[in-house]
């Protein structure tokens, strides 16, 4: 790996940029006496800026293969940072123009098909996403990128045995940052907390840029939250959040740590901030308004989140597990469980056992929900979300034993695992002393 | 160093949108939580500096002719002011082949452990600005690593520095002189080893570098890099390197530079063993030779393996990128097979071994050597004498201490490979391709002795 290789994907070449823009350009800002004022080179990470760049290089080079899937590859990053999924649709776009321009040995260009595969994955289609990695295994099984697309796909379908094999090839073979943060998935999911964090803290060490710390140091903080740790779980956000300030999961995991540690307004004020990136986290901020009492504000959140499926379903992709979650929560059971049901139908993961399981509940089917709350469990993975819904589904059975079980599990877990949920668990135990 | 047109701007600009793709395979859609539902998604593609090998030197040290300086380069394009870590989960290896058979005779390895907290420098540069109350210690002591260095050899091994100190970057307080003395250190039996940050010592030529990568996902880079490297460096007396110690009788020997990772279980089964994952030994064969599709399959692969492994001398004969080069450039690259870069970069060159009639680096040349492989090794011939004028197109100038017999710091290698690609020194080539009196040049000069490499590039220049 020398040189030539290492200069693109390198961050070092967002610093050298930068910097040398910055600094040195006509008029620029260093004077030669001073340390530069921000840190050396901080990347702003210019993506509009980049994409023009590549344009206009496409522009000369319109049969550039590797230069088309740079470009899918940023589109695939703008939506993620614009929650604008109308560029999953050029992220396409580009990759298959990419693979329409055969290389030198006449086959596509490898990274547009796992540019494929992480499309897939981000438009929640695991199945075509375990079809395009497989492709590019079959022609690049040593393309390290491709195994990380593979165990995600499994990861989300259920696949869980799948998924082993996958990150095993990639730890045996390349053991790095991609590896390790999955191994650590799988390690929690299996219910081995102290092994998943071993993992992260060895990711914590090795990232090659502000990005991945934060990606690491997130995980590291929803592992702590997941086993009742809100101090650590702050500490290891507020870490993300030092060498990212715009991560918006963080920056949401933060909020949630400091509503469970009882700093209403510092949560309050981080959940608004972390809306503003990212509408993903406008449910659970309306659920700590709600708690708090405040029902217009989190009525104006659910808002927020209805408008945003009605777009993602226009757009084709409809997230049914999110949208069956919320409506299990604060709509109607019966759409819930349609939602659901359809996911169920697509996949068979150990998240969506547990939403649908929860729907049925609402539904006042509480004998088939049961079913799936022992599914949602099946792993072994220790979240007290599931617990607690598999504590309520055996409350309405009639199980007073199970449910006290199951109740007192959630709330050793993780006894903030949610505001109203937590509440309503100390509840229904007191009740039944 | 000024940006003073709208091009070289420009190049810089299409560099950095360029990193930006490798971050962004890196964080998918905001995870599932609780209720926002979505999926979970790490990093694929990861930026993997820590173990990034990127340039290798190996050359008879100008002023102590009796010596060779090896220096191996880490953790590319560290901005001035940060200071940047070695992976305390990685060895760091720099190989000896004196026999020719692909297979490390003598190994010398890095391991690192940290010294106070180790936590990555960006965010403890956020932390400073943030305030007072976040600063934990001097700036340097948070950075401070410790290394040992172990020479194997005969299977055996043998700790030759213990507690060894790595030089962090300059970050600008009085002093760095001291700091990089304090990091040269003498090794049993004559040599030296310097181990820690310096100025980056490589540079190119701007339109070779777009040539000879034209084809692949990246964009140019221009020449002269103003930043810094995490350098091992090492000066060896000749004897302990060559074959049998004699380095009259067998000249040649072979230099490749390896990291490896150490990897993990997962549930409780599986090797936790070390994984190479960086490999050089030619500057560009990986990128510029090995396919797209397996080029993170060479980092995998040990010399000794090549001949039979169906990738590198395959590969080697008949590379995709000569061709795609000369579309480029417009003009015609020799036809497969080219045993001119099989003699090059796989068995050195000897008069009895191929298309370039000049015994220089083969390790045929060695008279004790029992059976040469092809193996993909900088090879360096320590009998070449240290030459009076060095020329940076080393052997296509007549300057027979040059790249590819060895590599120094002053050699253009990007300009060299890419005129060896089309067909020099066996056949006529392409010399006139690339201006030789273009002004690429090492943006800060390497200085006389040992570790050669300038100081650190500070934020002031």
């Known amino acids: ?64 293969a590797a230069a088309w899937a740079s470009l899918g590859d940023m589109y695939l990053k703008q939506a993620r940072r614009t929650a604008d999924t109308a560029y999953y649709a050029k992220a396409e776009g580009a990759f298959e123009r990419s693979l329409r321009r055969p290389t030198g040995d006449g086959e596509p260009y490898i990274d547009a098909v796992i540019g494929m595969g ?135 995991g933060k909020a949630r740590a400091e509503a469970a540690l009882g700093r209403t307004e510092q949560a309050l004020r981080d959940y608004a901030t972390a809306v503003i990136r990212s509408p993903a986290y406008v449910v659970e901020y309306g659920e700590l308004l709600e708690h708090l009492g405040d029902a217009e504000g989190a009525r104006r959140q659910y808002a927020v989140f209805t408008a945003q499926q009605r777009l993602l379903a226009a757009s084709g992709g409809a997230d049914d597990l999110a949208a069956g979650t919320f409506a299990a929560n604060h709509g109607e059971p019966g759409t819930a469980v349609r939602h659901l049901r359809a996911e169920w139908a697509r996949r068979h993961s150990v998240e969506v056992a547990d939403a649908l399981g929860w729907a049925l509940h609402r539904a006042g089917r509480h004998t088939e929900a049961a079913a799936y709350a022992v599914r949602a469990d099946a792993l072994g993975g220790r979240n007290a979300l599931f617990a607690y819904h598999r504590g309520e589904i055996e409350h309405a059975l009639g199980h007073t034993g199970a449910a006290r079980t199951h109740l007192t599990r959630a709330l050793s877990i993780n006894p903030y695992f949610s505001p109203a949920g937590a509440a309503r668990a100390r509840e229904l135990l007191a009740e039944k002393t | ?118 936590a990555p420098s960006f965010v403890r540069a956020r932390e400073r600005q943030a305030g007072p109350e976040h600063q934990a210690g001097p700036l340097d002591s948070l950075v401070e690593q410790s290394y040992t260095l172990t020479r194997l050899r005969d299977g055996k091994s043998e700790i030759l520095v213990r507690d060894g100190y790595a030089a962090p970057t300059d970050l600008g307080g009085p002093g760095y002189a001291a700091t990089r003395r304090k990091a040269v250190r003498d090794l049993p039996g004559g040599g030296k080893v310097f181990t820690g940050t310096a100025a980056d010592p490589f540079y190119s030529d701007n339109r070779a570098v777009n040539l000879l990568r034209f084809g692949l996902p990246f964009f140019p880079v221009k020449t002269g890099v103003p930043m810094n490297v995490s350098a091992l460096a090492l000066q060896l007396p000749k004897s302990e390197l060559a074959l049998g110690g004699d380095p009259a009788r067998n000249p040649v020997i072979g230099v490749w530079t390896t990291a490896s990772r150490r990897s993990s279980a997962l549930l409780g089964s599986g090797a936790a063993g070390y994984t190479q994952v960086s490999r050089l030994g030619n500057p560009n064969f990986n990128e510029v030779i090995i396919p797209l599709k397996r080029r993170d399959h060479f980092n995998t692969l040990r010399p000794d393996g090549d001949e039979s492994g169906g990738l590198v001398v395959p590969s080697t004969l008949d590379p995709d990128q000569a061709e795609v080069v000369a579309k480029q450039a417009n003009v015609t690259a020799p036809p497969a097979p080219r ?123």
């Open chain 1, 118 to 252: 992480a499309l897939a994955n981000a438009r929640h289609d695991f199945a075509g996403a375990v079809r395009w990695a497989e492709r590019a295994r079959r022609a690049a099984p040593f393309r390290w990128a491709l195994y990380g697309v593979l165990t995600d796909a499994h990861l989300e379908l259920g696949h869980y045995e799948q998924a082993e094999t996958a990150l095993r090839r990639m730890l045996d073979g390349h053991p790095d940052l991609a590896s390790f943060t999955r191994a650590a998935r799988l390690e929690q999911l299996r219910g081995r907390p102290g092994h998943a964090r071993d993992l992260l803290r060895r990711a914590c060490a090795i990232p090659g840029d502000p990005a991945e710390y934060a990606f690491c140091q997130w995980q590291l903080g929803e592992l702590a939250w997941s086993t009742g740790d809100p101090r650590t779980a702050r500490a290891a956000y507020t870490q993300a959040l030092a060498a990212d300030p715009g991560h918006a999961p963080a920056r949401a």
């Open chain 2, 1 to 118: 160093m000024r940006l003073t047109n709208a091009g070289n701007r420009w190049t810089w600009t299409a560099a950095a949108s360029i990193a930006v793709l490798a971050a962004t395979v890196l964080l998918g859609p905001a995870m599932r939580q609780s209720t926002a539902t979505s999926h979970w998604d790490a990093p694929a593609t990861t930026v993997n500096k820590q173990i990034d090998a990127t340039d290798l030197y190996a050359f008879t040290s100008p002023e102590r002719q009796d010596t060779v300086t090896i220096v191996a380069d880490y953790i590319p394009f560290q901005a001035p002011h940060k200071p940047y870590q070695f992976d305390t989960d990685a060895r760091y290896e720099v190989h000896i082949d004196n026999t020719g058979t692909g297979r490390a005779a003598i190994t010398y390895r890095w391991t690192f452990a940290d010294k106070a907290l180790p």
């Open chain 1, 1 to 64: 790996m020398s040189r030539l290789r290492r200069l693109p994907p390198l961050l070092g070449c967002v610093l050298l940029g930068c910097v040398l823009v910055t600094l040195f350009a006509p008029g620029g800002l260093l004077r030669r006496d001073e340390p530069p004022p921000a840190p050396a080179g901080w990347s702003p990470y210019d993506l509009a800026g980049s994409i023009q760049a590549v344009q206009v290089r496409l522009r000369r080079h319109p049969d550039d």
């Open chain 2, 339 to 461: 045993k001119d870069l099989e003699q090059i970069y796989l068995t050195g060159l000897a008069r009895t071994g191929g298309p370039i009639k000049q015994d220089l680096n083969s390790h045929r040349l060695n008279q004790d050597a029992p059976r040469t492989a092809k193996a993909e090794e900088l090879r360096l011939n320590l009998s070449t004498p240290v030459a009076a004028a060095p020329d940076k197109y080393g052997i296509l100038k007549g300057d027979a201490q040059g790249y590819p017999n060895g590599r120094r710091l002053i050699d253009d290698v990007v300009t060299i490979n890419l005129r060896m690609l089309l067909g020099e020194p066996a056949g006529r080539g392409a010399p006139g391709l690339i201006a030789e009196d273009n002004p690429a040049f090492l943006l800060k000069p390497i200085t006389d002795s040992f570790p050669y490499l300038a100081l650190p590039v500070t934020a002031a220049g």
